[in-house]
């Protein structure tokens, strides 16, 4: 969705509102897509600081379906993007140093996706569990094994970790 916001970039002190909406379905990053399962319209407040700045502020609610770390089942991950923006004007323009700071806008058209698409990037987790104690998949045979045990002897999957096995049932030994 994109809207044109000249009136506000052009007048001094004005205050805008708009209802916007993201359009976006899905969010692509690091070449993966990722399906937007739910959004809903909110309000997007837009200042004009005294011909100086231009100050953005709205709050958006989205979930986006991400794959677990672990075991790579969907996970419904809500987003509560805090939308908090401020760029330099000058002569009803917007003049920013940093393009990618301002890349949401065109002249006097924001792009809504774009803005949102940056802030999903900026809160996107670290880390992604379907449940605090999953099990993940077995690196034997690929088994969820949250959903079943597959009974592989996982204990000697790693050569590397086979060999320390064997050392640490030598030390019992003793
Ligand atoms: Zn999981
Ligand atoms: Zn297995």
């Not at 045979?141 to 590397?160: E, H, K, M, S, T």
């Amino acid at each position: 969705m994109k809207i044109t916001i000249a009136d506000v970039l052009s007048t001094l002190n004005a205050k805008e509102e708009f209802t916007v909406a993201a359009e976006q379905d899905r969010v692509r990053w690091r070449g993966l897509v990722y399906p937007v399962t739910k959004k809903e319209p909110f309000q997007l407040c837009l200042v004009n600081n005294d011909n100086k700045k231009l100050l953005i502020a709205g709050d958006a609610h989205m979930t986006v379906t991400l794959p677990c770390d672990l075991c790579l089942s969907d996970v419904p991950t809500a987003f509560d993007l805090s939308i908090r923006r401020e760029l330099a004007i000058r002569d009803g323009a917007v003049v920013s140093e940093d393009k990618e700071e301002s890349a949401f806008l065109e002249g006097a058209v924001l792009d809504v996706d774009r803005l949102i698409y940056d802030e999903l990037l900026v809160n996107w987790p670290t880390k992604i569990l379907c449940r605090e104690d999953c099990k993940g998949l077995c690196p034997v045979c690929g088994q969820n094994l949250n959903v079943r045990d597959c009974g592989c002897d996982r204990q000697v999957a790693d050569p590397r970790m086979a060999r320390f096995q064997e050392i640490f049932d030598q030390c019992k030994e003793v």
